[in-house]
């Protein structure tokens, strides 16, 4: 059965800060894995895809990375603002059983 | 717009009520999935559907109840099994669950016994 744990649980950083934030799983057959970004009472707003075959991928500020062999994706955020207070939530995608398991997620809060 | 539109917003039952949470998108995907959230814990799968009229029980199946007549509809009932209802419910879809997409969220519905 899949686990995916994610490290820290929370976070506070003063602004301008790069930061990076850990997910790790047990099940490393997985066809992708997703970081999500939750506001508070919100829904999820998907952030970047990594297929399995990738090792990372950019969106602006933002860059995750993937290491199947070890378990492992980062999340990589340059020059952190206020803006990016949330909480941040992975998932990976395996093919037996064939579903999403979310991380517990870590809190992050950029303080001016 | 295109998305996924989850209503209501926040859902109020007594205790013997079944209640349904609606979920609508209209990005034509084939997948579309039913997930509970509790605090400190993860998003734990309740169910999800690959095709119309096709469905499957996730982790935490207990207690719910879906249907899938549509592709854009994917309602979920919580019935007076369910022991433990309020949560914060969300809705999600993709392509299809086989290929190596995206998987868009609602905003989700908060439910809350009283």
């Known amino acids: 059965k899949q686990e995916v744990t994610q490290i820290p649980a929370a976070l506070s950083v003063p602004e301008g800060e790069n930061l990076v934030l850990n997910c790790s799983f047990t099940?490393?057959?997985?066809?992708?894995l997703q970081w999500f970004r939750q506001d508070p009472g919100k829904g999820l707003t998907s952030l970047l895809l990594?297929?399995?075959?990738?090792r990372e991928q950019t969106s602006g500020r933002l860059n995750a990375s993937l290491d199947k062999s070890s378990g492992r994706s980062t999340l990589y955020i340059a020059a952190s603002q206020p803006g990016d207070s949330a909480t941040y939530l992975c998932?990976?995608?395996?093919?037996?059983?064939?579903?999403?398991?979310f991380g517990t997620g870590t809190q992050l809060k950029v303080e001016l | 717009d295109g998305g996924i539109t989850q209503s209501p917003k926040y859902l109020f039952r007594k205790e013997g009520q079944n209640v349904t949470l609606s979920c609508e998108q209209n990005?034509?995907?084939?997948?579309m999935y039913w997930y509970r959230q509790d605090p400190g814990q993860g998003l734990r799968l309740i169910y999800y559907s690959q095709i119309v009229n096709d469905f499957q029980k996730g982790d935490i199946a207990e207690g719910y109840s879906v249907s899938r007549e549509k592709k854009e509809s994917f309602p979920l009932t919580v019935t007076s099994a369910q022991k433990n209802p309020t949560a914060f419910y969300l809705c999600?879809?993709?392509?299809?669950?086989?290929?190596?997409?995206?998987?868009?969220f609602g905003q989700g519905t908060r439910l809350t016994v009283v």
């Open positions: 099940d490393s057959a997985i066809y992708n």
């Open positions: 990594i297929q399995s075959s990738q």
């Open positions: 998932a990976a995608f395996t093919g037996g059983g064939n579903k999403l398991t």
């Open positions: 990005l034509n995907h084939d997948a």
């Open positions: 999600a879809s993709s392509i299809a669950r086989e290929r190596n997409t995206e998987a868009f």
